[in-house]
C-alpha cells in the first residue's frame, strides 16, 4: 500500500470544564489577561450550557463519520486539532508526524472563508513546522451536500410550525461576526455567506428569509452586522409571529448556539411576542460527510497523492 494520506480536522476548541474557561480564554485572546468581569461572564455562560463546551467531542463524531466515508483501507487517516484548546492543531500534526503520515489534507469544520477564521487555522498549521505537508480545503460553502443538509434541517424547522403558517414563517440565517475591517481587504466572507443563504433558499423553492451576524466580541471596534436581535426586532415589527433562526456558518453545537441563540436570542424573542425555532445542527449529517469525504479526495489527487 502506498504511503497514508492524513485527514487534520480542525475547529476552534473550547474548555471541556468551568476550570478550564479562564485558560480557555487567555488562548483565544493571545495570552494576554482577561478582566475578571469577563472571565466570570463567560464562566457563568458554560456553567448554564452544562459547565463545559461540546465542540471537541462533536468535531470528534464528525471525524470519525468522514473516516467512515473515506474508507477503512488505511489509505486515509483522519485526526482531530483545535485552534484554541486541547488536542491543538500542532499536537495533532505532531502525532502525524510520529505515525509515519508526511503528507495530510486539511479540512476547517467552518465552511465560509476568511483571513481572520478559516485563514488563521492554517497559519496555525504553517506555525507548527511539524514535518507534515497540509493541503488545505480553505471553502465548501456551496458544497452540494453541506447545502442539501442545511435546507433539510430548515424544512424539519419549519415544520415544528402549523401546517398554514410554514410557507409565511420566515427564516433568519446567521453567522459568527467579524471585524468591519474585513471589508477593507475584500474579504469573500459576506460573500460567501450570502451564496449558502441564496442556495438554501433555492433548494427550499423560495422562502422569505434574512440574513444576521451573532455573537459580535465586545469591543470598541465596529464588527460586521446587523446584529441578529436588530434583525429579530425588524421581523417582529413587520409582523412575524414566528421565526426560524437557521446558523449556517456553524456545523454543530458550542456556546455561540446553546447560549448565545438558544438562550439569550429565545429570550429576545420572547419579549418581542416571537415563537423561535432553531434548526438542528449538521453535527455528521452524511450528505455533508459524505461531500468533504469527495473535497478530500481531489485535493488529494490534485496534489499527486493519489
Known amino acids: 500500500m502506498s504511503e497514508p494520506i492524513g485527514v487534520l480536522v480542525m475547529a476552534y476548541g473550547g474548555p471541556n470544564t468551568l476550570d478550564e474557561v479562564e485558560r480557555y480564554l487567555l488562548d483565544v485572546r493571545g495570552f494576554r489577561p482577561t478582566p475578571p468581569a469577563l472571565v466570570a461572564a463567560v464562566r457563568a455562560r458554560y456553567e448554564r450550557i452544562g459547565g463545559r463546551s ?17 474508507g477503512g483501507d488505511g489509505r486515509f487517516v483522519v485526526s482531530v486539532g483545535m485552534r484554541h484548546w486541547h488536542p491543538y492543531i500542532a499536537d495533532a500534526l505532531a502525532r502525524m508526524a510520529e505515525g509515519g503520515i508526511r503528507r495530510a489534507v486539511g479540512v476547517v469544520m467552518a465552511p465560509h472563508y476568511s483571513r481572520l477564521s478559516v485563514g488563521a487555522y492554517y497559519e496555525a498549521v504553517a506555525e507548527a513546522d511539524a514535518g507534515v505537508s497540509v493541503r488545505g480545503i480553505e471553502e465548501w460553502h456551496q458544497l452540494p451536500g453541506y ?9 424539519e424547522a419549519l415544520g415544528r410550525f ?14 459568527h461576526s467579524l471585524p468591519e475591517r474585513i471589508l477593507t481587504w475584500d474579504d469573500p466572507y459576506p460573500r460567501q455567506l450570502a451564496a449558502t443563504a441564496s442556495a438554501v433558499v433555492a433548494a427550499l423553492g423560495g422562502h422569505p428569509h434574512r440574513f444576521a451576524y451573532q455573537s459580535a466580541s465586545p469591543t470598541r471596534k465596529p464588527w460586521l452586522g446587523p446584529d441578529v436581535r436588530d434583525a429579530l426586532g425588524d421581523l417582529a415589527r413587520e409582523g412575524a409571529r414566528g421565526v426560524v433562526v437557521a446558523p449556517i456558518g456553524f456545523v454543530c453545537e458550542h456556546v ?3 447560549y448565545d441563540l438558544d438562550v439569550e436570542l429565545v429570550a429576545h424573542a420572547a419579549t418581542l411576542g416571537v415563537c423561535l425555532e432553531r434548526t438542528a445542527m449538521l453535527d455528521d449529517a452524511p450528505s455533508m460527510i459524505g461531500g468533504l469525504a469527495d473535497l478530500v479526495r481531489r485535493e488529494a489527487r490534485a496534489a499527486g497523492w493519489m
Open 54 to 70: 461540546p465542540i471537541l467531542e462533536r468535531t470528534e463524531a464528525q471525524a470519525r463519520a468522514l473516516q467512515a466515508a473515506l
Open 147 to 155: 447545502v442539501d443538509a442545511l435546507a433539510g434541517r430548515v424544512r
Open 162 to 175: 402549523p401546517a398554514d403558517e410554514r410557507a409565511s414563517t420566515p427564516v433568519l440565517f446567521t453567522a
Open 256 to 258: 455561540e448556539i446553546l
